[in-house]
């Protein structure tokens, strides 16, 4: 076979990967047939490498091989985590790509005989910048949420001046190469600037933004390999790119909306600055609390019960108690739902696998707002280890930090119980008046002790 | 401005409509898989790390062209798995009973 054939086959082993991404994706619009969507994408996957390795003018196997080797040993334990610490391993993976992504751009800048020409430097320039920031931001994201670095955000004066004073280099730098591609001193300084952009960007942003932080480093990721796509002149990179890049977009807009935020407020507004006025003028208020043996007998006369789980929960490593609570009320013939608010957990979605993990069925997860409607009717709402989300404060209080935040309308609901450690305000310091309400009871204690307690409570009722 | 540029936009622009389209329609239930998932696909990067990496060009990017395969690679094999075991935990009531 000539070289020339060669390439076609491998032409269409690509399309034949890229319709199977685009399944994979569509597959994963239900819970039914999510696994085989990772099946599709396996397969696609499992095509281009093959049909790569076919690639006419590859001699160094060498090189390539003991590099999968190494890939595949890092993979599998980073795909084995465990659940609560799948936000960090995203960040990770998101800093591989990118870490990959910005590698072969660098490399396409030295390789060939002819030298590159401006509009392919303006590409491999902006591909880099992008591709490395993504790095530093993700590391930097992934120590946060693994608690290696500091979650709170770390701010200090004229911080953003000084962050898009850094930007502004890298991409003075990437014209500076555009004009006079073959400048080869100043390609290694723009990389070095990019990186050090990256950190500047993600240092400053708190624990509680992590999960829009997570998702626009997705975004960014997948836009970089999409970049990439263009410098290469390959398809496959192009497609998959924009389908990863446009769900991190999605993704950072969903979360944005649920904390009522803009893009830029998140990346340049550091959350923990404006509570300030949040704590002043708090005058004493009682709250009422009770006791497990109580919290038991008002859930057991409940019809309706919806638990409201917060990252506390995961935090407490509660979620398996909390099972064993829903198998008791259920048991009862009482109607058990978990109302979860798009921002709960430390990324998109995860509090859904970590009470998936917990045996809970996936029916019974119902998002923020199909949840809202049905509030009013509820008997009970148990809060556990969830805080802002819940404070009505965002509904009616307009001097509030998080006024105009969606929350779950747990203060509609007959009888609201909180399980807390202490009075103290949560994550963002803000006060919650759903404690001081008349229908509300605070549980104090630890979660996976206090829903271990009412467990044993209600066995004991038979 | 060269002709595979404007192809490449077309693809770019094309793939972007398909992914929100179809991104949009996923659960809210199925997100964490669902960057787990893109996370995987777009570890194809490594197709373009192993023609680097085999090329054997200059030894700087025989290197970097052996991290990308190192680095995408693990992100293909891990994203999979981990995206799987997320997905074999979810099971309705019917399924448990």
């Known amino acids: ?462 | 401005m060269p002709a595979d540029f404007i192809s490449n936009l077309y693809v770019f622009i094309l793939a972007g409509f398909v992914g929100f389209e179809v991104i949009r329609r996923v659960s809210p239930l199925l997100h964490t898989p669902l960057m787990s998932l893109t996370n995987a696909l777009d570890a194809i990067v490594v197709v373009a790390a192993i023609i680097i990496a085999g090329r054997h060009e200059t030894r700087l990017t025989t290197i970097l062209g052996a991290i990308a395969v190192a680095a995408s690679f693990s992100n293909m094999v891990g994203g999979f798995l981990i995206t799987d075991r997320m997905l074999r935990m979810f099971k309705s009531r019917s399924k448990q009973q």
């Not at chain 1, 993976?93 to 030298?115: K, W």
């Not at chain 1, 549980?443 to 829903?451: R, S, W």
Request: glycine share 10%; with cysteine; hydrophobic share 50%.
């Open chain 1, 1 to 462: 076979m000539t070289a020339f054939d060669l390439q076609q086959y491998l032409d269409f082993a690509y399309i034949a990967a890229v319709v199977l991404f685009i399944l994979s994706l569509k597959f994963l619009s239900s819970p039914t047939t999510a696994r085989m969507g990772v099946l599709a994408g396996e397969i696609g996957a499992a095509l281009a490498v093959i049909a790569t390795l076919f690639t006419p003018g590859l001699h160094e196997y060498r090189w390539i091989l003991i590099p999968l080797m190494i890939g595949a040993g890092v993979g599998v334990p980073l795909g084995l985590v465990h659940m609560t610490a799948v936000p960090q391993r995203t960040a990770l993976s998101h800093a591989f790509g990118a870490l990959s992504a910005a590698m072969i751009g660098i490399a396409e800048y030295y390789v060939g005989t002819a030298p590159v020409t401006r509009f392919e430097m303006g590409e491999i320039a902006l591909e880099v910048i992008i591709g490395s920031l993504t790095f530093t931001g993700s590391l930097i994201a992934a120590g946060k949420l693994q608690e290696i670095l500091p979650q709170r955000p770390i701010v200090y004066r004229g911080q953003n001046i000084v962050s898009l004073s850094v930007l502004a280099g890298a991409i003075g730098l990437a014209v500076a190469l555009v004009v006079n591609p073959p400048n080869a001193l100043l390609f290694p300084i723009m990389v070095i600037v990019a990186l050090i952009f990256g950190i500047l960007l993600v240092t400053p942003i708190g624990g509680a933004d992590m999960p829009t932080v997570i998702s626009l480093l997705n975004s960014y990721a997948g836009f970089s390999a999409a970049l990439l796509g263009f410098v290469l002149n390959s398809k496959v990179l192009v497609v998959a790119g924009a389908l990863d890049g446009s769900s991190g977009f999605i993704l950072s807009v969903i979360m944005c909306k649920a904390m009522n935020r803009s893009f830029a407020n998140v990346m340049f507004g550091a959350f923990g600055q404006v509570q300030a006025s949040a704590v002043a003028g708090k005058e004493e208020r009682v709250v009422r609390s009770a006791t497990a043996e109580e919290a038991a007998s008002i859930l057991s006369a409940a019809n309706k019960v919806v638990i409201v789980p917060g990252y506390g929960m995961a935090v407490a490593q509660a979620q398996h108690k909390v099972r064993e609570l829903y198998d008791a009320l259920t048991k009862k013939g009482i109607d058990v739902r978990f109302a979860i608010h798009p921002v709960a957990g430390r990324m998109p979605g995860h509090m859904n696998v970590l009470l998936a993990e917990a045996d809970i069925p996936y029916d019974r997860l119902v998002e923020m707002d199909e949840i809202n409607g049905d509030l009013p009717q509820a008997d009970v709402a148990l809060v556990i280890g969830a805080n802002d989300v819940t404070n009505p404060a965002a509904r009616s209080d307009q001097s509030s930090p998080i006024y105009g935040m969606p929350i779950i309308d747990v203060d509609k609901a007959h009888t609201v119980m909180v399980i807390k450690r202490s009075m103290s305000p949560g994550f963002a310091g803000i006060d919650n008046p759903l404690y001081y309400l008349d229908q509300t009871l605070m549980l104090f204690g630890d979660a996976k002790q206090f829903v271990g307690a009412i467990v044993r409570e209600l066995g004991g009722g038979h």
